[in-house]
């Protein structure tokens, strides 16, 4: 695909358009066409590994606009709505943006936000180690304000984060709901991203990779010849 409309960094995750604007072909250069279930697409900017050999789609959704946010939190909330869920709990940080904007879509008041900064009536038994492939390096844990436990107990939960990609944190937050003696009955994201998640969630139950709804997913892409990325071929 040849990037004929690049896009500034600050510009991608704004806007979304409409069916066959772009033709999705096997190469991308700077950007990434997602395809929503509605047929509306989405560009997402390319971020090239450590290795040089493989890159991946990038979604920030505290950074994308409100347009955006509304369609996928629609778009999610109506893959999530014949499992009459009853309350959303979302992980941190960017998590949090979507999981808020789907509990209003499900018809919801409020949601559960999951934090890291640990408040002096948390308790150190209802947290679990976090880490994310977007910060690596830091060391933190995941809470939950004991307060919100009345609302996730013998409730219908979707546990929900903005991207799946290692699976690490989504499997820290089952572990934490878990601990509170709350299993989910749904796991949501915007974008699933390669199939890495895959092996992480399946080793924390195999019943969580049929559990879990996205908007959309991406693939692992590889460095061509030519200097190009293209999806490998199945």
């Not at 695909?1 to 600050?10: G, V």
């Not at 879509?105 to 900064?117: A, D, F, I």
């Not at 976090?130 to 609302?151: G, H, V, W």
């Not at 929900?160 to 949501?188: F, H, N």
Request: net charge negative; glycine share 6%.
């Amino acid at each position: 695909m040849t990037d004929s409309a690049a896009l500034a960094p600050h510009d991608f995750w704004q806007e979304l358009h409409a069916p066959g604007t772009f033709a999705v072909g096997d190469d991308f250069t700077s950007f990434y066409v997602a395809t929503l279930p509605d047929g509306r697409q989405l560009r997402l900017p390319l971020r090239p590994l450590a290795d040089g050999d493989h890159a991946l789609a990038s979604l920030i959704i505290n950074q994308a606009s409100f347009e955006v946010v509304d369609a996928l939190a629609a778009q999610l909330a109506d893959r999530l709505r014949a499992l009459d869920i009853e309350v959303v709990a979302g992980l941190p940080t960017l998590g949090l943006t979507l999981a808020s904007a789907v509990a209003q879509k499900l018809g919801h008041t409020r949601y559960v936000p999951l934090g890291t900064s640990r408040k002096f009536w948390y308790r150190d038994e209802l947290s679990v180690p976090l880490s994310s492939i977007t910060t690596p390096n830091q060391q933190k844990r995941l809470y939950i304000d004991p307060r919100m436990l009345p609302l996730l107990e013998n409730r219908r939960v979707a546990l929900i984060d903005d991207v799946i990609s290692s699976g690490t944190s989504i499997v820290s937050g089952l572990e934490l709901l878990s601990a509170c003696s709350i299993e989910p009955l749904a796991i949501g994201a915007a974008m699933l991203q390669s199939e890495r998640w895959r092996a992480a969630l399946d080793e924390a139950g195999p019943r969580w990779l049929e559990r879990t709804f996205a908007v959309f997913a991406t693939p692992m892409l590889d460095r061509t010849e030519r200097g190009t990325w293209r999806a490998p071929r199945i």
